[in-house]
Each structure stands twice: as C-alpha cells, then as structure tokens.
Nanobody, 123 residues
Framework: QVQLVESGGGLVQAGGSLRLSCSASGRTFGSYAMGWFRQGPGKEREFVANINWIGLITDYAHSVKGRFTISRDNAKNTLFLQMNSLKPEDTAVYYC????????????????WGQGTQVTVSS
C-alpha cells in the first residue's frame, strides 16, 4: 500500500483556481495509476480524474472536463490537480487514490486513499 497525503484545498470564490497536490510514499509511485475523487455534502464519492502510471493517458468526469487538469511527477512522487473556473458545485472533500495497475473510474478499484482536502467554492 502507498501512503497518500493531499494538500492545497481551501476557500475560493467562484471562477477562481486551486492546485491540489498529493504526496506519496511507501511504495514505488511510478508503478501506480492515480485518481482524484470527491465527495460533496450529502453525495456519494465520485470520480473526478485519473492518470495512468506513465502519465500519458488521462480521463475526466464530464462535469470537470476542460476546467481541471490532472498530472503527475513520478520523480517527486507527487500527483496534482489543477482546478480552474471553479463553481460552487465543485465544493467537496477531494481525495487522491492509488491503484496498482491501469486506470479506473470506480472508487472501489483503488487500494490506497488519502485523508482528503476540503475545497469550498463560494458564490
């Protein structure tokens, strides 16, 4: 299992930007596909974006496509989520997750999770 710690959340105005980071340790980061998920108030955890182990293939939820960008720096064992044009609907706790193998959009397919970082977008 890889240990994950998210950071970068906070309170922003609608239309603003945030850059989330996820630091990994414990196992070889480059061997894992990574994903970002979020859980808003009263909602189930949902897929946001993922990236394969080499960083060349990415996928995004329809709701964030064109606004969010997922990336990774394997040399620094770090995953990123650049969030632009934020909307109040983006308010949620954001989690990074790791999966040994290929990318997946299902939360249940990821074996390691961070504790989450709160993102609040005000209107």
């Amino acid at each position: 299992q890889v240990q994950l710690v998210e950071s970068g959340g906070g309170l922003v105005q609608a239309g603003g930007s945030l850059r989330l980071s996820c630091s990994a340790s414990g196992r070889t980061f480059g061997s894992y596909a990574m994903g970002w998920f979020r859980q808003g108030p009263g909602k189930e955890r949902e897929f946001v974006a993922n990236i394969n182990w080499i960083g060349l293939i990415t996928d995004y939820a329809h709701s964030v496509k064109g606004r969010f960008t997922i990336s990774r720096d394997n040399a620094k064992n770090t995953l990123f989520l650049q969030m632009n044009s934020l909307k109040p609907e983006d308010t949620a706790v954001y989690y990074c997750a790791a999966r040994r193998g290929g990318v997946d959009v299902a939360a249940g397919e990821y074996e390691s999770w961070g504790q989450g970082t709160q993102v609040t977008v005000s209107s």
